[in-house]
């Protein structure tokens, strides 16, 4: 009996030291890192400990940057999505922190993400409340309006008069409109083409086949005779590609920020079904039962894949940015194409690229000062779009350069880090890219209702109902593969049903709201 | 080749037996293995086939079995700068292979402590096992812990220590370990062995089978593992395999099915890149090095199963 008791406890023993002894292993496992950051104050003072000594490296060295004398030297971090790793990140960004250490006596910790987990991770990261500094956002992915809403970015009015004024002068007022919430700027957009404008995408080999005079088509229902030419003369060519359907409120002198008719004085906020879409339906039933559209488009998850085969002779694009053919022809297995506009262009707003910068940055002002810099600084924003000179990309002539896609850094991506009109052209780029594109937003139509944001909050349940219904019937009867004499009452009524009345007055209400306010009612 | 030694043998042992009808089942027998194998095989060759067939033959004809014009192009894409990729596969088997001995020998310790009728605390150790099967923190909570309190970002425990436990394993790993006679432990302490004697000793090695099971498990758990890698790892070089192709991989869709990221992103050669050979080639190169671990694994498997049981 006292043998299994003494037993028992010599048991016990064994598993209080062997938990205890686990537990050391977890405590010794982390004791590493523990020590360099067991609390983030003395982190702070070996930070201010090396801060010093690199402050004194620069007084050694500030004959040269005596206006940057003055500032703490301080590391900013930048999250911002990328389409690959690129194995020269180190080197490139070693350059970039050259530079700023020199104009701004700051070094910047590049941190892209790719893309496809962009989302994923910033929100984790945000939500933890990483100290981040700058972090990219857009209205289509890591979304700017409902990341604000939750608080992440700062707002910048007066760090843009503080540190950024020469930033704040370099956009003009409907770039910064894109970029405010609440009558607050909360991210600095990064300058490039805003502007969309409806065209149709028409295969150039089939056009000069059939002398199709571009001129005659001026909204999409005259194309109807070049898809008959197609349908009868090019077997194995679809006429007429699409997924989703071909409607776009721009076409019909809808506004794009709210579904108002611009020329409407009492600024009222469309059904959701307006005659124009009746009449899109119609349209594409038409066409899908004449053969003009292929028969699985309500299904196709990516029409690109269909476009890449270069079997698809016209297609509408919405965006039809001036010129894309470029782009267009490569994703058309090659063929030439010619766009036809079937919409003044508008513009779309900023925020399809920005920079914000984060609640947790501990450096604000040195980050709207990084953010100043590469806005303006052809040689840091080169750096970070193109890489290093010489190992990574050539000068040619003029502003052209030669890029080696394969030495080790190729973004890509000029749009993500600021503003375009500052970049070297790659070689092939059409020589007036860039005042094409300062053209292009210019000239395109801008919404009065810029500024307006329709808070979706009051009506969550609504829209997700909606969205539903939208989901089930949206590319059916866009794509024409239903009948909308049949169909269409059925989606208007269940539309009906899950609430589409409800968002559309709430939709006005506040829009009416913010005309009061803003003195154009 | 087991498969055909096996009648030759019942032949030669029962030379008596009707050999037609013999034939017919084992015909019959074989035919249905025939087809199960097919088709797990069939599947496997056309996505190897498909990872190199030339990507506008597979645009226009679809995939085939045999395909009209070879290219490598997929694997040189991945392959264009080695060092990315071996380096992952580095990572990958270094967080396989510790984390599985790791995992393994918190599993069963904590099994065989579960295991044991003469420890006072079975049950709240158990349901506090079982309650974490249930509820989770959640993954903000997770990633605040992983990063500010236990600080392995962006260390390749991140990787590790995440997947050391799993309840769901310590549970079938006590229920395995009861079925061990509690004789076993108690003649052993007459015998005069001490506790970590009697675990390391007797009861691993009768635990071989199970061992063995959870450890295949465990090893294709931290093979497949990217999500811990895509919250905690920025450091390049710890980026494991699967987040490596995974990243390709959502990259690439991304790419091509969001029509305003076309329209910003100018001279991107989608026409020449092996879109879909590419997803085939991650398949292949993902899977493949498990695919040769496997057979090897399995041997020590059986060979458990068999040594490993319980006699008397």
Known sequence: MQKTNSSKFKFRTTLLTSISLAAALTAAGCGNSNNNSNASPSAAASGSASATASASAAASGSASASASSELEPVELTWYYPQNAANADLKLVNDAVNKITKEKINATIKLMPIDFGTYEQKMNTTTAASEKIDIIWTSNWLFKFDTNQKKGVFLPLDDLLKSSGQKLYDSMQKKFWDDATLDGKIYAVPNFQVSASRPSLVLQKRFVDKYNLDLGTIKKIDDIEPFLKQIKDGEPGITPFGTTKGFYSGLMYNIDNRVEVYRDDTTHTVLPDVTDELKHSYELAHSWYTKGYIMEDAATLKSAADAYNKGTTAVWFDVTGKPGSEVEFKVADGGYDVVLAPLAQSTFTGAASTMNAISRTSKNPERAMMFLELVNTDKELYNTLVYGIEGKHYEKTTGNYIKINQDAGYFTNTDWIFGNITNEYLPEGAPEDKIEQTIKVNDEAYVSPYTGFVFNTEPVKTEIANVNAVKEEYGASLGTGTLDPAKYLPIYEEKLKKAGVETIRAEKQKQLNEWLAANGKS | ?312
Do not use: C
């Not at chain 2, 065989?112 to 249930?134: A, N």
């Not at chain 2, 992983?146 to 220590?161: E, G, N």
């Not at chain 2, 061990?180 to 009697?198: L, T, Y």
């Open chain 2, 1 to 312: 080749m087991t498969a055909k030694s096996v009648p030759a043998k019942a032949v030669a042992v029962q030379p008596a037996r009707a050999k037609s009808s013999f034939k017919w089942s084992n015909l019959i027998i074989h035919l249905i293995f025939i087809l199960i194998t097919l088709s797990m095989v069939v599947p496997l060759a056309l996505v190897i086939v498909v990872s190199l067939t030339d990507e506008n033959s597979i645009l226009h004809h679809g995939y085939r079995m045999i395909p009209d014009k070879l290219s490598f192009s997929a694997y040189e894409y991945f392959f264009k700068s080695p060092d990315a990729i071996l380096r992952a596969y580095g990572v990958t088997i270094f967080v396989a292979v510790v984390g599985t001995i790791l995992s393994l020998i918190l599993t069963a310790s904590m099994g065989y402590t579960l295991s044991r009728r003469d420890y006072g605390l079975v049950r709240p150790t158990s349901f506090y096992v079982f309650f974490t099967m249930l509820f989770g923190g959640g993954l903000v909570p997770f990633y605040i812990l992983v990063t500010q309190y236990l600080h392995l970002k962006d260390t390749i425990w991140a990787l590790i220590v995440p997947g050391m436990l799993s309840p769901f394993y310590v549970l079938i790993m006590k229920g395995f370990m009861s079925k061990i006679p509690f004789e076993i432990v108690e003649s052993a302490k007459v015998e005069g062995a001490r506790e970590w004697r009697i675990f390391v000793q007797l009861i691993l090695p009768l635990s071989k089978p199970s061992l063995a099971t959870l450890g295949l498990f465990i090893m294709f758990n931290y093979w497949n593992e990217w999500f811990n890698a895509l919250l905690f790892i920025d450091n390049e070089r710890l980026v494991p395999l699967q987040l490596l192709l995974v990243r390709t991989m959502n990259s690439l869709d991304f790419i091509t099915s969001r029509p305003e990221f076309a329209l910003v992103m100018s001279n991107f050669n989608l026409a020449n890149f092996p879109k879909t050979a590419a997803k085939f080639a991650i398949a292949i190169l993902s899977a493949g090095p498990m695919l040769i671990v496997f057979p090897f694994f399995q041997r020590f498997f059986v060979k458990g199963l068999t040594v490993g049981a319980i006699k008397g």
